[in-house]
C-alpha cells in the first residue's frame, strides 16, 4: 500500500462545520508532553523493563537526568521538585540514581547497539548539587549508562544562585552545549510578583559567570504576564537578556497552577479575558521584538539567534520516543508506554516520593504510566510536529502510520482552518501554524487530546 498522500484533499472529505465551535482561551495548556502526566496511573502489571525495550530501536537514544532539589520554590512552580536536601539526601539520591542507571542499562541489553544522541540534565535545578556530586552525575551517565557526554549534546538547567564557577566549570570540562538559566525578569519587583527572590546583580553575574565558560549555547528563560508587568518593563527585560547575545531565548506565559506558590495567593481559575489579552499583547510584542533582532521562531516559547551553532537535536522538551529517564521525576518514552514514578505538586507529597525513591532497591519494572496506542501515536505525532513553527511534513505523517491527518483529524484541523490558526500560504506537502495559530498554541494543543486522556486528566486528584 503506498503512504504518499496529497498534500491536501482537493475536495474536502468532510463538509465544513456550519458553525465553528468558541475559540478555547489561549492559555489552556503548556503541551511539553502528550499523554499529560496527570493522565498517568499505576501499573497493575508492573512490565519489566527488559521487555519493554525488547523490540524498541536503541541506535539514537535521549537520556535524561532529573535532579529534584531547588533552593527556593518559585510561586508560578507546579514541577516535581523540593526545597532543600537535609540529612545527606542528594548523596542517597545519587545513590538511588546510580542504582535506577545500572538497572536500566541492563534492562537495555547487549543484542542491539545502544547508542545515546542526546543528554540533558533537568529538574529541579541541577546546580543544587555540589561540583563534586555533579561529577558523579556525569559519571553515572558515562559509566553507567554509556552515554559519550563529550561526544552527544548536553543540555544543563541552572539558576542564578546556583551557577557558580566550580560547577560551571566541571559541567563545560564533562562536556555541557547548552546551559539554561531561569531568569523569569530582569526588573526586581516582578521577579517579587512571581515570588522569586533575586536580585538583577546576581542574575548579571551569573550571566557572566556562564559566558566565561565558553559553552556554545546560553538560554535565558523569561516569562511574560507577571503583575504589574507593562510593554515597557517586558520590553527591558527582553533587551537586558539581548545584551549578552544568547543563542537561544524562551518566553513562557505565566500560569497560575493548584498548590503552587501563587495558586494560594490567588484562584488558579480566576484568570480571565482582560489577563490572556495582556498575555498576548505581551507575546506578540516579545516575538516581534525578538524577530527584528536577528532572532528565528522556533515554537511559541522558543526563538534562537539565526547565527547560532547547531547542536543537534531540539530535544530539550523530552519530546521523542526512545527517552530514558532517570530520576522519581522523569518520564521515560517507548513507542507504546510512557511510563515514570508517582507525581505530585504539594511539597509534603514530593518529599514522601523523593524519600520513597531514595529508599528502592528494584528499578527493573515500569511502576506508573499510560499505554500509547496507534491513535494516540498518531495524536503526539501531530502535536509534537505542529507546535513547531516549521511544521509537520505530510509524507512523513503518511510514511509513519499510511493515513493523512486531514483524514485522522478531520473535525480538528477544520475548526483550526477557520479560526485562521492553519497557514494555508504553506508549501505543498506541509502542514503548518499561521503565526496566530502559534500564538494560541496553548489553547490549540489541549484541543487535540483524545477523550480518554481527557476524562484520566480530569480524574486526577492533585496532590
Known sequence: MSTTVPSRPTTPTVPTTPTVPATPRPYGSYVYAYPHKTAYRPLPDRPPLAALWADEPKD????????????VRCGFCNLFTRIGAPDELTTRYL????????AVREALGDAAPVRFATAAFGGGTPTFLT????ERLCDIAERRMGVDLRAVPLSVETSPSTATADRLALLAERGATRLSIGV??????????????????EVEAALGRIRDTGVPVLN???????????????????????????????????????LTGLGRLQDPAAADRAWDEQRLRLYRHGRDHLLARGYTQVSMRMFRRVDAPPQGPDDHACQTDGMIGLGCGARSYT?????????AVAMPEIRGIIDDYTRAEDFSRAEVGRRVDAGEARRRHLLQSLL????????????????????????????????GWLDTGAPAGLLRLSP????????????????????????????
Do not use: N
Open 60 to 71: 539514537a537514544l535521549s537520556l535524561y537526568a532529573h535532579i529534584p532539589f531547588c533552593e
Open 95 to 102: 545513590d538511588a540514581l546510580d542504582r535506577q542507571a545500572v
Open 131 to 134: 561540583a563534586a556530586e555533579l
Open 184 to 201: 523569569q525578569s530582569f526588573v526586581e519587583a516582578e521577579a517579587r510578583a512571581a515570588v522569586r527572590p533575586q536580585r538583577r546583580a
Open 220 to 258: 535565558i528563560d523569561l516569562i511574560y504576564g507577571i503583575d504589574g508587568q507593562t510593554e515597557e518593563t517586558w520590553r527591558s527585560s527582553l533587551d537586558a537578556a539581548l545584551a549578552w547575545r544568547p543563542e537561544e531565548l524562551y518566553l513562557y506565559p505565566l500560569y497560575v497552577r493548584p
Open 335 to 343: 513507542s507504546t508506554l510512557h511510563y515514570s514514578f508517582d507525581y
Open 388 to 419: 513547531q513553527a516549521e511544521g509537520m511534513e505530510l509524507d512523513g505523517y503518511a510514511a509513519r502510520f499510511g493515513s493523512s491527518p486531514f483524514t485522522d483529524f478531520a473535525a480538528e484541523l477544520a475548526r483550526f482552518e477557520a479560526r
Open 436 to 463: 496566530e495559530g502559534l500564538a494560541h498554541s496553548d489553547g490549540l494543543g489541549p484541543e487535540l487530546f483524545s477523550p480518554a486522556v481527557r476524562a484520566a486528566m480530569a480524574a486526577y486528584e492533585a496532590k
